[in-house]
């Protein structure tokens, strides 16, 4: 079963419950031939993961892409750090933030685009407080009531 780039979609749900975002990025993402295959099969998770600045590169460590099963030898392994491709600006913006107190950059969304590329939506995040965790709990509840509602009608 061959599914479309639009298919997969792999998101890290719990980011935008634990960070209000500020900015996000789309980034490219250099992997290996068993990974690209591996995540075409939607086979990833970005629990876990965050992204950091290293010599003007920026990198995803702890993202989980698992074992291509016909690897063989040539598997990867499942959690290594994987280079995030930007530009100069982006990167010089999300250094800029990352260095702020409070301010981490979290992996969002990994898809595979139109002509087969794997590409990263990162964002830099400010970690929420236990208050405005609970408000955001209240809103979620709140919508899901009402198109109840309407749903009924």
Not at 18 to 30: C, H, N, P, Q, R
Not at 96 to 115: C, D, M, Q, W
């Amino acid at each position: 079963m061959k599914l479309k780039g639009s298919d997969i979609n792999i998101k890290n749900r719990r980011a935008r419950f634990d960070y209000e975002i500020s900015d996000t990025f789309t980034a490219g993402l250099v992997l290996t031939g068993t990974e690209i295959k591996s995540l075409r099969q939607g086979k990833g998770s970005l629990t876990d993961s965050f992204c950091y600045v290293n010599n003007g590169e920026v990198w995803v460590k702890n993202m989980y892409i698992a074992e291509y099963f016909y690897g063989s030898y040539n598997n990867h392994a499942a959690r290594r750090d994987r280079k995030l491709l930007l530009n100069k600006k982006e990167i010089a913006k999300i250094s800029k933030s990352g260095k702020e107190a409070g301010y981490t950059v979290v992996p969002l969304k990994v898809f595979i685009n139109e002509r087969g590329l794997a590409k990263m939506v990162i964002g830099i995040g400010r970690g929420k407080k236990e208050y405005d965790k609970r408000q955001s709990i209240k809103d979620r509840d709140d919508k899901r009531a009402i198109a109840r509602i309407f749903r009924k009608q």
